[in-house]
Structure formats: C-alpha cells, structure tokens
C-alpha cells in the first residue's frame, strides 16, 4: 500500500438518487444563466466572458446563493427559472453528479490540500 490520500464523501442514498436532506448540491456549480424574468440581486450576478448575465460563483466555484453551511439555496423562493427547472433525479441531475463523483471534484473545495 502506498501514501493515497482518500476523501470519504457524504453518503448517498442507494442508487445515487438524491434527496433534499443529503443532496450535495452540484447543480450549484454549473453555469446560471439567468433569463429576462428573473428578479436575482445584482450582487448574486455577473457576466460571463461571453457576455451572458450569469449567477455569480464563489471562489470555491459554487454559486453565490448557495448557504454552504445547509447546502442549500439561500434564494430558493425566488431562484432563477433555470434552477427550477433543474429536476431532482432527472436525467440532467444523475449525469452532473456521476461526473462531479467521478472527477472527485469533492476534494477540491478547500484548494489548500495539496
């Protein structure tokens, strides 16, 4: 056996579906990109480098909204259309936490670790 590090993430419900109380909130990592009708405090928005009106990311890379402490939103009765349309379980969702579990993206949320 060699020196590996190893990160024991959150556990997860039985097939990797995820539940309110255990989500670990990877859509809050994407891309926002807010629509005309969204109502999002201007200091939880930006733009991206492409000009779109974007939420606005942490410099841990989640969203600006995102109360890391419960992880949950911090603005989820006035979210932007996108995130509600972002289903729970949905296809979509199963698809971005494969690939965040997979690329242990998990472990780079405190940078200074290496």
Known sequence: ???H???TLPTRPAKGAAHCSRCEA???RLTVVLQPEDRIPDHLTTYS??????MKHADDGWCAAL?????NC???E??????RRFVMNGPYCRAIR???SEHGTACTRDKSAT
């Open 78 to 83: 006035t979210r932007p259309s996108v995130c």
């Open 26 to 28: 990877v859509c809050c």
């Open 67 to 71: 109360d890391t402490v419960h992880m």
């Open 5 to 7: 590090l190893h990160v």
């Open 49 to 54: 480098p492409e000009g779109l009106h974007v």
């Open 98 to 100: 494969a690939e965040y």
């Open 1 to 3: 056996m060699g020196n």
């Open 74 to 76: 911090g603005i989820y």
